[in-house]
C-alpha cells in the first residue's frame, strides 16, 4: 500500500518540505472558512461532483480541453475541494491543460476504470468512519472529495475537507480492486490527517522529527481501523534493519533541529539530504532503500508510544496533536531486545 502523502512530492519545494502540509493548511483562513459540514459515518458520502464535471468536459471536448474551459467549466465552478487542490497541485488553468495534453491517456483511464470503481468505495468509507469515530469521538470527520488535477498529487486534507487526485491514484492503482484497497488508506490515512489540523498542530523547531511523528500517527491510526499494513513491502524490508535505521534517523533529525519552514537550504546540504532520506522522496529514496520511511519509523515509534500508554484514548488524542515530539521520541523509543539466551 502506498502511503497517501507520499504521493506528490513534486508539489513540494523545499520550504515547503520541511514542514507537513497540513500544518501549512491550518493557517488558512479563507479555506477554513468554506468549511464543509462533518461527515456522519452512518450517511458519509464520496463527493465527486467535481469529478463528474471534468469527465464530462473531457468527453466533450474528445479528451482535449483548452485551458479556457477547464477554467470555466472546471475550476470556476468547483467545490471546495476544488480552492483545497489548487494551490501547490492543479494550480490553474494552463498548468492543468499542459498535464492532459501531455497524458489524455491517463486521464481517460481514470475516468473509464477508476472514477465509477471510486464511486462504488461509500460501503468502504462509511464502515471506516465508524472505526475512526469509535477510536476518535469527539472528532469531525472530514466530507472526501475526488478530483481531477495535474497529475500530481494522490491527496490532500484541508479543513473539513479529504480532497483525492483521481488520475494518480488510477495511475498507482489501475484496477477496481487495487483502487479499492489505496481508497480504503486514503479513507483512513488522509481523515487523520484533516483532524491532526482540527487538533491546532503547529510545527516544532524539530521538522523531521514532527514530520515523522505527523504521518506515523497517520498510519497508525489507519492501520488501527482498517486492519491492514500501510505498505506491507517497506515493512518487510525495514523490519529486520531497524536497529541501523533507528541510529540513522536520530542523526538526521539532530542535523535538520536547526531548520525552520522559513530557511530554504540548498537541496545538496546535508540538512536537506537529512530530511529527504526519511520524508518526500517517493519517487526518489535511497538507494537501496523503500520510498518514504519516515512514515513507518513514525508508525513504529507510535506503536511503542502506544501499548505503552495505560490510557489508550489519551495516546490516540497525543497522536493528532503532536505536543512534545521529543518526549513522544523518547517513549517510543527503539530498544534492541537482547538475544534469547
Request: glycine share 6%; net charge positive.
Amino acid at each position: 500500500m502506498i502511503s497517501a502523502l507520499a504521493l506528490s512530492p513534486a508539489r513540494y519545494t523545499l520550504p515547503v518540505m520541511l514542514r507537513p502540509l497540513i500544518l501549512a493548511l491550518a493557517l488558512l483562513p479563507a479555506a477554513a472558512a468554506n468549511r464543509p459540514p462533518p461527515a456522519d459515518p452512518l450517511t458519509a458520502t464520496i463527493h465527486t461532483e467535481d469529478a463528474d464535471r471534468f469527465a464530462a468536459l473531457f468527453a466533450r471536448t474528445k479528451g482535449k480541453p483548452t485551458a479556457t474551459q477547464l477554467k470555466r467549466d472546471y475550476l470556476d465552478k468547483g467545490s471546495v475541494a476544488i480552492g483545497v487542490f489548487t494551490p501547490g497541485r492543479i494550480g490553474d488553468a494552463d498548468t492543468l491543460a499542459r498535464a492532459i495534453a501531455a497524458n489524455p491517456t491517463r486521464y481517460a483511464q481514470a475516468i473509464k476504470t477508476c472514477l465509477p470503481a471510486a464511486k462504488a468505495a461509500t460501503a468502504d468509507l462509511r464502515s471506516i468512519y465508524l472505526g475512526l469515530h469509535g477510536a476518535l469521538p469527539d472528532a469531525k470527520l472530514p466530507q472526501v472529495y475526488i478530483v481531477f488535477g495535474a497529475g500530481n498529487s494522490g491527496g490532500t486534507a484541508g479543513p473539513g475537507a479529504q480532497v483525492l487526485g483521481l488520475e494518480v491514484l488510477c495511475r498507482i492503482s489501475p484496477t477496481p480492486e487495487k483502487l479499492r484497497q489505496t481508497l480504503r488508506h486514503f479513507f483512513a490515512h488522509e481523515t487523520v490527517h484533516a483532524i491532526q489540523e482540527d487538533a491546532g498542530m503547529t510545527l516544532a523547531r524539530d521538522p523531521l522529527l514532527t514530520a515523522i511523528l505527523v504521518e506515523g500517527a497517520a498510519d497508525f491510526i489507519a492501520q488501527l481501523v482498517t486492519g491492514e499494513e500501510p505498505d506491507a513491502a517497506r515493512a518487510a524490508w525495514a523490519a529486520p534493519r531497524e536497529a541501523d535505521l533507528w541510529r540513522q534517523m536520530q542523526t538526521d533529525i539532530a542535523l535538520t533541529r536547526s531548520l525552520t519552514d522559513k530557511d530554504d537550504p540548498d537541496e545538496g546540504s546535508p540538512e536537506a539530504k537529512a530530511y529527504a532520506r526519511w520524508i518526500g522522496n517517493y519517487s526518489t529514496p535511497p538507494a537501496g532503500w523503500p520510498p518514504e520511511l519516515g512514515y513507518w519509523m513514525g508508525l513504529r515509534i507510535w506503536q511503542r508510544y502506544y501499548a505503552a500508554a495505560p490510557d489508550k484514548h489519551a495516546a490516540l488524542r497525543a497522536m493528532l496533536a503532536v505536543r512534545d515530539p521529543r518526549a513522544i521520541l523518547a517513549a517510543g523509543a527503539y530498544r534492541r531486545r537482547p538475544p534469547s539466551s
